[in-house]
């Protein structure tokens, strides 16, 4: 799965004795992968947008 990707789901399969594999893109090509995966399947757009909302009010309320 991917790393910040439906946590909820990879604790709740580990939860239940499942093993589960997180990756990372990462280096210099990071960026090609992501427009990539966009574009395999614009719907990803929204759920990175909504992922990315969700963690800065996360973070946030986390600062008060």
């Known amino acids: 799965m991917l790393y910040g990707v439906r946590d909820d789901e990879q604790r709740r399969l580990t939860g239940a ?5 997180v ?3 990462f ?6 992968y992501f ?6 399947r614009p719907a990803n757009l929204a759920f990175f947008l ?11 309320c986390a600062e008060r």
């Open 17 to 21: 004795g499942n093993h589960v594999r």
């Open 50 to 60: 909504r992922a990315l909302t969700d963690r800065r009010r996360a973070r946030g």
């Open 27 to 32: 280096g210099t090509r990071w960026y090609g």
């Open 23 to 25: 990756y990372v893109p």
């Open 35 to 40: 427009l990539r995966r966009l574009a395999e």
